[in-house]
Nanobody, 121 residues
Framework: VQLQASGGGLVQTGGSLRLSCAASGRTFSRYAMGWFRQAPGKEREFVATISGSGYSTYYADSVKGRFTISRDNAKNTVYLQMNSLKPEDTAVYYC???????????????WGQGTQVTVSS
């Protein structure tokens, strides 16, 4: 599975962005998909994950109520809608694929290249 993340950019505090992650291959729906982020000098951090069917989702407490993960299996794409953005959301955001739902980055076998999100105060 090859993953290509896009949609990052510069936004003001309180603004919104939607990240997309396009996957190659015919088996996209078999994979749980996750979003992680990494700020400079910090560990990679779990953001959200969604099951292969799209029926189950799980979020980090820091983004719950502000971010929404979704997927379109017909388009082999997973999305991360980010609302009410804060400066502490600034990071490189990565999409990843795993065999099942997990908030541990070591569970993910495939990773995209990352997209920069910068939230200005």
């Amino acid at each position: 599975v090859q993953l290509q993340a896009s949609g990052g950019g510069l936004v003001q505090t309180g603004g919104s962005l939607r990240l997309s992650c396009a996957a190659s291959g015919r088996t996209f729906s078999r994979y749980a998909m996750g979003w992680f982020r990494q700020a400079p000098g910090k560990e990679r951090e779990f953001v959200a994950t969604i099951s292969g069917s799209g029926y189950s989702t799980y979020y980090a407490d820091s983004v719950k109520g502000r971010f929404t993960i979704s997927r379109d299996n017909a388009k082999n794409t997973v999305y991360l809608q980010m609302n009410s953005l804060k400066p502490e959301d600034t990071a490189v955001y990565y999409c990843a694929a795993a065999g099942g739902l997990s908030d541990y980055y070591t569970s993910y076998d495939y990773w995209g290249q990352g997209t920069q999100v910068t939230v200005s105060s």
